[in-house]
Each structure stands twice: as C-alpha cells, then as structure tokens.
C-alpha cells in the first residue's frame, strides 16, 4: 500500500499546535473515547481475520455447497448467487472489518 503522503512540512504554519475541542470536552472525555474506538478496532480486526481465515478453510477443505445471498438495506443492494460458503464468509470478515475500522475525524 502507498502512503497518502510523503511530502515533509516545510512551512510552520502548516504544522498542528494544538487541538480545539468543542465547548464542555475535557482531554480526559476524548482520550478515554479516542482509546475504546482505538480497542474496538482492534477488536474488529481480529474477529474480521479469523471469520476470514474460517472462510478460506471452508472454501478449501470442508463443504463444497452454494449459497445465494440477498441483501437489501436502504439504498444498498447486494446480490450474490451461487457462491461458495467459504467466499461469502470471508465477505463477511471483510465488512466487519471495514465497520470497525478505526477513523480519526
């Protein structure tokens, strides 16, 4: 993967020198949230590997079935037919971890 940027800070008015937080906030109240979201995505990460993991042993070895799956939320559809047990659970994995990644806003 690249890096979004390699570009080094050359002007001193482009470096961050502190953070405004909203009025009420104390540094305490965003550390402790910054540090759950921090563990819930690692959380995510390691639960979405081994449902993965699971889906590529199942793919590889166990059943060799198939799966029609139909998801229909809102303005999003997915369609998936004739698929392998083991590749609609690696999807899955997958969506768990793209949920629970971690964001900095």
Known sequence: MKSKSTKKVTNKEDIITETVMPDGVDSKTINRLSRRELIIAIL?????????????ILL???????????????????????APPGIVISLIGLIVIYITRYRIL
């Open 60 to 82: 590889l070895n166990i059943d060799r079935g198939e799966i029609e799956l139909l998801v229909k939320i809102i303005g999003l559809h997915i369609e998936v037919t004739s």
């Open 44 to 56: 995510g990460f390691v639960f979405g590997v081994v449902i993965i993991l699971l889906g590529i």
